[in-house]
């Protein structure tokens, strides 16, 4: 009898990381290195975040010294998202919690539906955060943000992509209500292994205080009517490019229908994982699902790499008649969606952001907090759009060179449409709460769907 | 307890041992008291396993914490990092011992629980298990002598099951001399198979 076996054996009964604790961890370890090289450049900044609004920076942001300095600051809580074990019924609770945590940021302030979780700090309103970024350009963020990328690890049996996404809705009430979802995508390398997206949505609530006031008065609903509305160019080409992609990858059922007038809720749904047959691939670039292998062929050179997405983006939209935006707007997309939302590796992430860097009409927006009220620096690209001009942002976090989230912020409204958010306000945001390899599984739901059921 | 078993992190992803990184890590140390950027090829070379071992010693829940404590810890003596003392792997299983020690009544807890009959999942009896006694009973019988193990012996007999160092390489992790080591992991390897009811031969 071997009881060294034995012990192993009975001891080995516990869960390996998900991506998103051991990005965590290694922020908070390597998070807390003195300052070299291109963190010269962002010492001051997270000196800054330490100690001044540390209410929901914790560890990630708090410099070496700051945290020794407040002796228990090394064991602050983190971010409800990293908390969250993997089960489900834990994603409504920690997004619950992250938006009593963001009630507390200074000048984040919302009502009860905790809805300055979907709007960047002071410093991140449009137009004044450039001047506080410490001097740093949009081209000096993108460029830590691609040495940082560099040092990432990039192993593992699965690539996993965690994200929460929302953005402003109008009700038939006449006010916008914030809808988010929460998304687990995984893919693994093994062929013989499903991919599966696992879908929660988490439910609707005011969008503003403001929006807050109008629904308290409306006798405070838990059920809202999305109005049928024209939708615009932007969104039937949006909505165009989904369906088309998910009938690539489930040819036998649409998983996505084009909208009917909808209905909200507060409660959101149960979560329910869906088994895609990608044929290898990990996800879309200018609308075309790519695989593993695909990914790992881009060029590694900025300039190369341009050039190729350029090709791509003519190639993959040429059938709607362009995306009717600028290159500059669509290669910033499209660079988000490798550098967030693919596996690639380190050297093309880091391609990725020098090649963002080099875009015209890139500009440092500073430092903001993401919808999960995270800290970080975020670089934008403004671009109009109708009447109204909208700013995509890249939002960072500089010591690792991850990427906290993607939003399209309103900076003009359109004038007469009152189904558009406001100047000032994030109308559709992609927070990446984890994203990266892992020998971790899947914990899925109950409820569980093949390529051939459709949700309606 | 459903979880899937992870895979055992034998080799590194890049197909090679422990013993190939021995210097590479060693240089990486001295690099990184000077550039503290470089600790982050330690990090991601051995968070994985540290932090299996730390899973499997108090539960996956604090396995996270407790571990980036440990790395904390050895990043803050990187300076004092010796190779002339041992690797780098037995020198970072050294501070998530010491990790673990301060979450001792939490160790206990897993251990009095997987000790409970009625918490064992019911699985089919290992290879070479003895015959008439159940998994679940065995396993229980286990985690209770485990738990009546002292801190130091327990120390020793974790580092070789579950992190398979090497007799000297504990020594090297929990600075004691290899004799230690050996008459240690001895006494706790009869203990439990006293609990086990086994002969000393078997």
Same mark, same amino acid.
């Given at each position: 009898?071997?009881?060294?076996?034995?012990?192993?054996?009975?001891?080995?009964?516990? &869960?390996?990381?998900?991506?998103?604790?051991v990005?965590?961890a290694r922020?908070?370890v390597l998070?807390?290195?003195?300052?070299?090289?291109?963190?010269?450049?962002?010492?001051?900044?997270?000196?800054?975040?330490? =100690?001044?609004?540390?209410?929901?920076?914790?560890?990630?942001?708090?410099?070496?010294?700051?945290?020794?300095?407040? %002796?228990?600051?090394?064991?602050?809580?983190?971010?409800?998202?990293?908390?969250?074990?993997?089960?489900?019924?834990?994603?409504?609770?920690?997004?619950?919690?992250?938006?009593?945590?963001?009630?507390?940021?200074?000048?984040?302030?919302?009502?009860?539906?905790?809805?300055? !979780?979907? +709007? &960047?700090?002071?410093?991140?309103?449009?137009?004044?955060?450039?001047?506080?970024?410490?001097?740093?350009?949009?081209?000096?963020?993108?460029?830590?943000?691609?040495?940082?990328?560099?040092l990432?690890p990039?192993? %593992?049996?699965?690539?996993?992509?965690?994200?929460?996404?929302?953005?402003?809705?109008?009700? =038939?009430?006449?006010?916008?209500?914030?809808?988010?979802?929460?998304?687990?995508?995984?893919?693994?390398?093994?062929?013989?292994?499903?991919?599966?997206?696992?879908?929660?949505?988490?439910?609707?609530?005011?969008?503003?205080?403001?929006?807050?006031?109008?629904?308290?008065?409306? %006798?405070?609903?838990? +059920?809202?009517?999305?109005?049928?509305?024209?939708?615009?160019?932007?969104?039937?080409?949006?909505?165009?490019?989904?369906?088309?992609?998910?009938?690539?990858?489930?040819?036998?059922?649409?998983?996505?229908?084009?909208?009917?007038?909808? !209905? $909200?809720?507060?409660?959101?749904?149960?979560?329910? #994982?869906?088994?895609?047959?990608?044929?290898?691939?990990?996800?879309?670039?200018?609308?075309?699902?790519?695989?593993?292998?695909?990914?790992?062929?881009?060029?590694?050179?900025?300039?190369?790499?341009?050039?190729?997405?350029?090709?791509?983006?003519?190639?993959?939209?040429?059938?709607?008649?362009?995306?009717?935006?600028?290159?500059?707007?669509?290669?910033?997309?499209?660079? $988000?969606?490798?550098?967030?939302?693919?596996?690639?590796?380190?050297?093309?992430?880091?391609?990725?952001?020098?090649?963002?860097?080099?875009?015209?009409?890139?500009?440092?927006?500073?430092?903001?907090?993401?919808?999960?009220?995270?800290?970080?620096?975020?670089?934008?690209?403004?671009?109009?759009?109708?009447?109204?001009?909208?700013?995509?942002?890249?939002?960072?976090?500089?010591?690792?060179?991850?990427?906290? #989230?993607?939003?399209?912020?309103?900076?003009?409204?359109?004038?007469?449409?009152?189904?558009?958010?406001?100047?000032?306000?994030?109308?559709?945001?992609?927070?990446?709460?984890?994203?990266?390899?892992?020998?971790?599984?899947?914990?899925?739901?109950? +409820?569980?769907?093949?390529?051939?059921?459709?949700?309606? | 307890?459903?979880?899937?078993?992870?895979?055992?992190?034998?080799?590194?992803?890049?197909?090679?041992?422990?013993?190939?990184?021995?210097?590479?890590?060693?240089?990486? $140390?001295?690099?990184?008291?000077?550039?503290?950027?470089?600790f982050a090829a330690i990090f991601d070379r051995y968070y994985?396993?540290i @932090?299996?071992?730390?899973?499997?010693?108090?539960?996956?829940?604090?396995?996270?914490?407790?571990t980036a404590?440990?790395f904390?810890?050895a990043f803050?003596?990187?300076?004092?990092?010796?190779?002339?003392? %041992?690797?780098?792997?037995?020198?970072l299983?050294?501070?998530?011992?010491?990790?673990?020690?301060?979450?001792?009544?939490?160790?206990?807890?897993?251990?009095?629980?997987?000790?409970?009959?009625?918490?064992?999942?019911?699985?089919?009896?290992?290879?070479?298990?003895?015959? &008439?006694?159940?998994?679940?009973?065995?396993?229980?019988?286990?985690?209770?002598?485990?738990?009546?193990?002292? !801190?130091?012996?327990?120390?020793?007999?974790?580092?070789?099951?579950?992190?398979?160092?090497?007799?000297?390489?504990?020594?090297?992790?929990?600075?004691?001399?290899?004799?230690?080591?050996?008459?240690?992991?001895?006494?706790? @390897?009869?203990?439990?198979?006293?609990?086990?009811?086994?002969?000393?031969?078997?």
């Amino acid at each position: 009898m071997d009881e060294l076996r034995l012990v192993r054996a009975m001891l080995d009964d516990q &869960p390996a990381p998900t991506a998103t604790e051991v990005a965590a961890a290694r922020r908070r370890v390597l998070g807390s290195a003195e300052p070299s090289g291109t963190d010269e450049l962002i010492r001051t900044l997270a000196l800054a975040d330490a =100690t001044g609004t540390a209410a929901t920076a914790g560890p990630a942001t708090a410099g070496r010294e700051a945290a020794e300095l407040a %002796g228990t600051a090394r064991r602050a809580p983190r971010g409800p998202s990293y908390r969250r074990r993997a089960g489900f019924a834990a994603v409504g609770a920690a997004a619950a919690a992250v938006a009593v945590a963001v009630a507390t940021v200074p000048g984040g302030a919302s009502g009860p539906g905790g809805t300055a !979780t979907a +709007r &960047p700090g002071p410093a991140g309103r449009a137009g004044d955060g450039a001047g506080q970024a410490a001097g740093l350009s949009a081209s000096q963020i993108l460029l830590v943000a691609a040495d940082k990328a560099a040092l990432a690890p990039a192993t %593992g049996a699965r690539w996993q992509l965690h994200t929460l996404s929302g953005g402003q809705v109008l009700t =038939t009430g006449g006010y916008f209500i914030d809808h988010r979802y929460d998304t687990e995508l995984w893919v693994p390398t093994a062929a013989a292994e499903p991919t599966w997206r696992i879908m929660h949505d988490l439910g609707a609530r005011p969008a503003t205080p403001a929006d807050v006031a109008a629904w308290k008065q409306a %006798g405070a609903p838990t +059920r809202w009517t999305i109005p049928l509305r024209k939708l615009t160019p932007d969104e039937q080409r949006q909505q165009a490019e989904k369906i088309q992609i998910n009938r690539k990858l489930n040819p036998n059922g649409p998983l996505i229908r084009a909208p009917k007038a909808q !209905t $909200m809720t507060a409660a959101g749904g149960a979560p329910f #994982a869906a088994r895609e047959d990608s044929h290898g691939t990990v996800g879309v670039i200018a609308n075309k699902p790519r695989t593993l292998a695909e990914v790992a062929a881009l060029p590694t050179d900025p300039a190369a790499l341009q050039a190729w997405l350029e090709r791509e983006i003519r190639a993959g939209y040429r059938r709607d008649g362009g995306t009717g935006r600028s290159m500059s707007a669509d290669l910033f997309e499209q660079g $988000m969606q490798i550098a967030s939302h693919l596996p690639v590796s380190p050297a093309l992430r880091s391609a990725t952001f020098r090649m963002l860097a080099s875009l015209p009409g890139v500009r440092a927006v500073g430092q903001v907090r993401d919808p999960l009220g995270r800290a970080g620096y975020a670089v934008g690209l403004p671009e109009k759009s109708g009447g109204a001009v909208n700013e995509q942002r890249l939002i960072l976090d500089l010591r690792t060179g991850a990427t906290l #989230a993607w939003e399209v912020v309103v900076l003009a409204a359109y004038p007469a449409d009152p189904h558009s958010a406001q100047a000032g306000q994030v109308a559709t945001y992609e927070v990446t709460v984890g994203a990266g390899w892992t020998n971790a599984r899947p914990k899925l739901p109950a +409820r569980q769907i093949g390529p051939e059921d459709a949700v309606g | 307890m459903t979880a899937p078993p992870e895979a055992r992190p034998a080799a590194h992803p890049d197909g090679r041992t422990d013993a190939d990184h021995t210097a590479e890590d060693a240089a990486t $140390m001295r690099a990184s008291t000077s550039d503290p950027d470089r600790f982050a090829a330690i990090f991601d070379r051995y968070y994985p396993q540290i @932090r299996g071992y730390v899973a499997r010693r108090l539960t996956a829940e604090v396995a996270d914490d407790v571990t980036a404590d440990a790395f904390l810890a050895a990043f803050r003596k990187r300076g004092s990092y010796d190779p002339g003392q %041992g690797n780098v792997r037995s020198w970072l299983y050294g501070f998530a011992t010491r990790e673990v020690g301060a979450h001792r009544r939490a160790e206990l807890r897993r251990y009095r629980a997987l000790a409970r009959l009625d918490a064992q999942p019911s699985r089919p009896a290992p290879d070479g298990a003895a015959e &008439p006694m159940a998994a679940a009973e065995l396993d229980a019988r286990l985690a209770s002598a485990l738990a009546g193990l002292s !801190t130091a012996d327990r120390d020793v007999l974790l580092l070789v099951a579950l992190a398979e160092l090497s007799y000297a390489e504990v020594g090297q992790a929990l600075s004691i001399p290899d004799g230690t080591v050996a008459s240690r992991l001895n006494r706790a @390897r009869r203990q439990l198979r006293a609990a086990l009811g086994a002969t000393e031969d078997n």
